[in-house]
């Protein structure tokens, strides 16, 4: 596979760093090089954009036994408050207005001790979303200390011979370690909203929908005014992904394939765009003051991980 020339933006300030750790069954892959290339390539984009003073340490690992990718990470249970009040101050210490800005001068996430989602006091949120908002005491790591795990079927990919985009699904991965995701994939856990069900409305509503049912689910950053990108309700998916021909995969043009679907489409080549960059805007990673204006290819399938346990669920493509 080809990788195209990517121009990425110097950043203002030290920010995002993301260490990558290759597994032996990627470094003994034929492809081990242009494999490696590639999740370097992505983790370029993540480190060029955003701001945020931390660094993720994800080990990445190849297996042919999955559909197309796979993310394990840690996630904690915290007071609502506690999330608002971090929000809040990344927020205002942004050096220039955000998504995440409107947002809370909106009153889009609301400043109350208990969450608009469910009403309870509690919220969930991954380790590494927590410290990207500065949060102490929230590190938690697997066996090597890695942040999250990002396991990839690389043949399934054009750079072992198949026909989904590496590229994307990497970035898929990892926008789940950093924290996009819906905590109605938790199903073995109380149902505690992660931080992208904040912005989870049913469609032209200034209602939540926080239920796998129907199909009726937007993501929306100012109350339900206006939906963003629908969100998945096929239930051998991902919630916190994006609809996609309710498991079909999505072909495009209209929608075109995007990195955050649930389902993958064969020889499309998805791109990361403003969707997945605004959810994770408003859910606390600072972009850089002149983002750069680029466009990669993009898209994946993943699975989920729990605090403390590793659940796994997949996400299966269209093949």
């Not at 909106?106 to 509690?122: A, C, D, F, I």
Request: charged share 10%; hydrophobic share 35%.
């Amino acid at each position: 596979m080809l990788l195209l020339p990517t121009a990425f933006a110097a950043p203002c300030c030290a920010g995002l760093i993301i260490t990558p750790t290759f597994d032996s069954s990627i470094t003994s892959d034929p492809h081990a090089a242009e494999i490696e290339a590639t999740i370097n390539q992505a983790i370029g984009f993540y480190e060029s954009y955003y701001t945020n003073p931390i660094n993720v340490n994800i080990d990445f690992v190849e297996s042919n036994s999955i559909s197309l990718g796979e993310s394990e990470w840690y996630y904690f249970t915290i007071p609502y408050s506690t999330f608002y009040n971090a929000l809040k101050t990344t927020a205002q210490n942004a050096p220039y207005p955000t998504p995440l800005t409107g947002v809370i001068n909106g009153g889009y996430v609301p400043n109350q001790t208990n969450n608009p989602v469910t009403n309870n006091s509690s919220i969930y949120a991954k380790s590494v979303n927590l410290t990207a908002l500065g949060l102490s005491g929230y590190n938690a790591t697997f066996t090597g200390g890695y942040n999250g795990i990002v396991t990839l079927n690389v043949g399934e990919t054009t750079v072992g011979g198949g026909q989904y985009e590496l590229l994307a699904t990497t970035e898929h991965e990892i926008d789940e370690v950093l924290g996009l995701g819906s905590s109605l994939n938790l199903s073995s856990d109380p149902a505690e909203p992660l931080p992208e069900d904040l912005y989870r409305y049913a469609g032209g509503s200034s209602s939540y929908n926080f239920t796998t049912s129907g199909d009726d689910a937007y993501f929306s950053i100012n109350g339900g005014a206006t939906d963003l990108v629908q969100f998945n309700q096929d239930s051998s998916g991902d919630y916190g992904d994006w609809w996609s021909n309710n498991g079909g995969g999505n072909p495009g043009p209209n929608p075109p394939p995007r990195v955050q679907d649930a389902y993958a489409y064969p020889g499309t080549t998805p791109t990361l765009g403003a969707a997945e960059l605004t959810a994770l805007d408003v859910i606390g990673y600072t972009p850089v003051p002149e983002p750069a204006s680029l466009t990669l290819l993009a898209f994946g399938l993943v699975a989920v991980g729990g605090a403390g346990v590793r659940r796994l669920r997949i996400s299966r493509p269209n093949r």
